[in-house]
């Protein structure tokens, strides 16, 4: 149980395009989904927090205008790159709470590996 | 404000020896603790986790860490390392019902034969 997944697990872009990365819950319903984002040999630095139905709660220093993020049901976010450019090559991770487990507990997606040209 | 400090980025140990895991949190209110494993491009999977009770916590693959108040750590420990423990660990805290984890840095484990 609590199975999260992510799509896709690689993506390659054009600098100036956009890029949607998906994030799904797959056999629970996610109270709330967090998107980290990861740099070679660094930690996970938090980027945003979004609650089904409502608007995304970013970090300071996180351009809500760059990083969309989409919750639209219980079981899927989204978080788009806008415009990306090269900086925002990144290895992107989704985290879901199981609602019923209360927010206590994280189960991560396998993450999303963006490079930009 | 939450920290957490993982002493060590890098530990290595013999394939049967003791595995120890630093982690000291810094926390204004009771913490909810962690520990995650990461492999080579993946994300991160739960090892254990201390809410509240036992303060000895046990995990997966033979994993356990002890939540001391006293000393604000939580420290993780495995008896013998395999081979397949060689990964990256990282010490999580989070506010009570807030959901918002806050990272150590990361520690790699490598395993030698």
């Known amino acids: 149980g609590a199975v999260v997944s992510q799509h896709p697990s690689w993506v390659i872009c054009k600098s100036g395009t956009s890029v949607k990365i998906e994030c799904r819950s797959l056999?629970?319903?996610?109270?709330?989904m967090f998107w980290y984002r990861q740099f070679p040999k660094q930690s996970l630095m938090l980027m945003a927090t979004?609650?089904?139905?409502?608007?995304?709660?970013?970090e300071q220093g996180v351009e809500k205008d760059k990083f969309l993020i989409n919750h639209a049901s219980l079981t899927l976010s989204t978080l788009t790159v806008t415009s990306a450019h090269p900086e925002d090559s990144s290895f992107y991770i989704c985290?879901?709470?199981?609602?019923?487990?209360?927010?206590?507990?994280?189960?991560f997606g396998p993450g999303t590996r963006l490079t930009v040209l | 404000a939450q920290s957490v400090t993982q002493l060590g980025s890098h530990v290595s140990v013999s394939e049967g020896a003791l595995v120890l895991l630093r982690c000291n949190y810094s926390?204004?209110?009771?913490?909810?603790l962690f520990w995650y494993v990461q492999y080579p491009n993946q994300g991160l999977q739960l090892l254990l986790k201390?809410?509240?009770?036992?303060?000895l916590v046990k995990g997966i693959n033979g994993f356990e860490a002890e939540f001391k108040k006293s000393e604000t750590s939580f420290h993780l420990t495995k008896p013998s390392a395999h081979m397949s423990d060689a990964a990256e660990y990282f010490c999580a805290v989070s506010d009570r019902g807030g959901g918002k984890l806050i990272f150590g840095q990361g520690t790699e484990l490598s395993v030698k034969p």
């Open positions: 979004s609650n089904e139905g409502s608007k995304a709660t970013y």
């Open positions: 056999d629970f319903q996610a109270t709330t």
């Open positions: 926390s204004s209110v009771p913490p909810y």
């Open positions: 985290s879901a709470s199981d609602r019923g487990e209360g927010t206590d507990t994280q189960y």
């Open positions: 201390y809410t509240t009770g036992a303060t």
